[in-house]
């Protein structure tokens, strides 16, 4: 079956399943986000910052890369820790 | 194949050695490098291309406009980019079915470039022999000087490679001037380096591990493949049993079937992996093994084609078809879906009009009595040329119109705001809430016009 855990997955290849799916939403989720949003009229709090265009989409991109990262290194997460395995190191520490 | 299977697992996520493949030549090779060098020129000349006064394929981010040769795409067009992907992913489907990863083999970037860098490597480091043997060696000075040399090349091909990228998206000749003055914009100096630093460790050091780890494209493809797709495989029926024989043997004779075990096959292949082992999801289709085999078959004077391509059922010796319902149902969709992304381009409109009510107030009676409702419409000229459009107005009986300007004039390429009134006679309203149809027309172009709906709102009924 399925089960992963047990299995010691390189840091490298975290690294990928984190950032490289993650990455390519980022640019689905970009590219959508500005096709309805023109970054020359989303400064709502009138910031005072100098920032053009294009830097307008890049920071757009790494808070959508960001934030699907962090939605992957959770799916990562849940799939290797076996609840399984919780749960029976729970049940051992019981008195029964 | 079951990449849920544990083993597989280990086995995908096991250490990495890297993988020095043996330069092929046949037929398909000559093919392969055919098509890199076409794709690669497609890459490194289409931004350097000029069309009516502008560079010809421009995806210009900070105007927020796509210039395609002849076609200016507005964010408002983003449903065509998007039909355009569908379509391109259907045909990927079409594709993979009929023939395989011919994707892979002859035109995904990953290829591409990973053979790019492969070929620079070869030119600086030599043979697969020099380069395992100068790999275990010792640091020397020639092993650094070497490398260093490899490593320069790659990187100045990565930055060329980034700075073309860029250049898809900002007016390169513009680029090209900040960057021969040292005053790049931040953002692009930015991108310029994140694509190159990609380019470069994906097709120098990642390589097939791209295809193993991170393509989805390699993972789902198999769900497009049946036993007539199109393969690459080694016909193990007349291979078997393997051995090395001396040319002047008879092979019937000494029980041995045609694979001399020369390993030739192994050794040239990109990902490296033994393609008589069968069918394997590394294998990226990319021909190399079936050139470095039929080499041998010729030196032999045995028939080329032990490893070949051909479909499943062929190498069982079954009738293999080209049209089978999975064939039809993925030409099908394509078809339909391609004639209809065409279809809706060319009878795209180069005028937007959108319609904003005035949302202080519902309605507002004048002093004649008739009830008046006010909207803001947003005129967006998509087209080449200025022009001066004609508003009208349906929907309601004798319903009338008044602007605040006397000509509606926009520029190419810009929007502009307009405030309109309509007004109505309540006894021509038969309910509090009616539809009118604004419908504007450009004087001089018959084929810019567009219509909007809106509500006009009257008392309660
Ligand atoms: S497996 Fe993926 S990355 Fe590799 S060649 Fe095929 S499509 Fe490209
Ligand atoms: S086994 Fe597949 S990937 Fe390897 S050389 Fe042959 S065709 Fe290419």
Redesign the pocket.
Known sequence: MNDMSGMQIPFRQKCIVTLWPSFMIAIVATGLFFSAFDPSELYPYNLDIEINVVGAYTLGFFIFWALSAISSAITLYFAITNCRKIHADQSSHSPS | MNTADPKIQQSLYARHEKIYPRQAHGRFARLRVLSILVLLGIFYGTPLLRWDGHQAVLFDLPARKFYIFGLTLWPQDFVYLAGLLIVAALSLFFFTALAG?I???YA????VWTEAYIWIERKIEGTRSQQMKRDKAAWSWDKFRVKAIKQTLWLVFSLWTGFTFVGFFTPINELAASFIGFNLGPWETFWIFFYGFATYGNAGWMR?Q???Y?????RF?SAMFDNDTLIVAYDDMRGEPRGPRKRSVDKSAAGLGDCVDCTLCYQVCPTGIDIRDGLQYEC?ACSACIDACDEVMDKLGYDRGLIRYTTENAIQNKPSKILRPRIVIYAIILAIATITVFYDLSQRVALDLDVIRDRNQLYRETNEGLIENVYTLKILNMDDNPHAFILSVEGITDLELFTDVDNIYVNAGTVSELIVRLRADEANLSAQSASVSFRLQAQDANHLIVEEEARFLGPRK
């Open positions: 990863r994707w892979c083999g995904c970037p990953q290829t097939e791209v295809c193993e991170m393509c989805p494209y390699a493809q990226i």
